[in-house]
């Protein structure tokens, strides 16, 4: 079988990501944990802002959902992108579930309504969140390669150094069983690139999306490291401006 | 007889290739206990060439090997289906 028209550009895009990947703010959190653990207070706060961040990928593959079209792309490239949002519903669920079964939240509601649960619209979150969801406008292939050789390759590494340093066998359930999963992410998102990425623009846009979204990780996981340790939180990702009509 | 095997530089982890073998109760695809839990085939439950039904559902195409030959193999074409 000949080599796939995107070979290059998706090993490229992954190993640069992959050398960033353990430069991230989460190592904070991972030295701190090594050396005194995690207490209940830093584990809410950190299973809460990533329930908050994966609650809104329902928003995010929503607007990317409404992108796609009959006969745009072969069936295959579909059934990739519903594997995806099951795996990401299943990675809310499993955070959700470890903040009630740990007892940081009585109830759902409870668990909506509290500092580390809730969405903030003036964040970092929500600036990565709408990052992704701005991306929505793209072709599929190039929003793909952002989100899947950028910011999931960073996730993987952040998360495999996390649970070797969480001792807690049921925390580091909550994050072990999300690997096959991001592995899986990742692999697709290369295929996508590796058959449909084709012509220079598509791969420079690619190259342009993937910076965009790891760039806005970053800030995400600046504000999640800040919050988990207790810290003041980075400054904001830009200076607020007044929109008037 | 001819048996397969997964290209795990080509395969996405998608399990469609496992569901689909449980679905007609072959049951030969299954999730290895190796840390990376990928995907494999179990040639002693595997029915190829009698069967393809992994190669007709697999998203990533070339991702499933014919050990012997080394071939990627690809979907078959749409006449298989009638004839069987």
């Not at chain 1, 190592?27 to 995690?38: F, S, T």
């Not at chain 1, 609650?55 to 594997?83: A, H, T, V």
């Not at chain 1, 969801?133 to 996730?155: Q, S, W």
């Not at chain 1, 340790?229 to 400054?235: N, S, V």
């Amino acid at each position: 079988m000949p080599d796939l028209p995107g070979k290059a550009l998706a090993r490229e895009l992954i190993e640069k990501s992959r050398s960033e990947s353990r430069a991230t703010p989460v190592e904070e959190v991972i030295q701190a944990i090594c050396g005194d653990g995690l207490d209940d207070g830093a584990a809410h706060r950190l299973i809460g802002r990533l329930w908050t961040l994966e609650r809104m990928f329902y928003y995010i593959y929503g607007g990317w959902g409404q992108g796609l079209e009959i006969n745009d792309f072969p069936p295959s490239i579909k059934y990739l992108f519903s594997k995806q949002i099951v795996d990401e519903s299943t990675h809310e669920m499993l955070y959700l579930d470890a903040l009630l079964r740990k007892g940081f939240a009585a109830t759902q509601k409870d668990a909506f309504r509290h500092p580390s649960g809730c969405f903030v619209m003036d964040s970092a979150l929500a600036y990565y969140v709408f990052s992704l969801r701005n991306l929505a406008t793209y072709p599929h292939p190039i929003r793909i390669a952002a989100l899947n050789l950028g910011p999931k390759v960073l996730e993987l590494a952040w998360m495999e150094g996390l649970t070797k340093a969480i001792a807690d066998p049921d925390l580091k359930g909550v994050f072990e069983s999300q690997f096959v999963e991001n592995r899986s992410h990742i692999n697709m998102g290369r295929r996508i690139v590796e058959e449909f990425v084709t012509k220079p623009v598509e791969a420079e846009l690619c190259r342009w999306a993937c910076a965009v979204a790891k760039r806005d990780y970053g800030r995400f996981l600046g504000e999640l490291s800040a919050f988990v340790l207790g810290h003041e939180a980075p400054a904001p990702p830009a200076p607020r401006r007044q929109v008037t009509d | 007889m001819p048996s397969l095997k997964i290209d795990h530089e080509r395969c996405t982890e998608c399990r469609m290739c496992y569901i689909v073998c449980r679905e007609i109760d072959i049951n030969a695809v299954y999730v290895a206990l190796e840390p990376l839990h990928r995907i494999e085939i179990d040639l002693q439950k595997c029915t190829y060439p009698g069967c393809t039904a992994c190669l007709m559902y697999c998203p990533a195409e070339g991702s499933i090997v014919e050990v012997e030959s080394g071939r990627s193999m690809v979907p078959p074409p749409p006449e298989a289906w009638q004839e069987a």
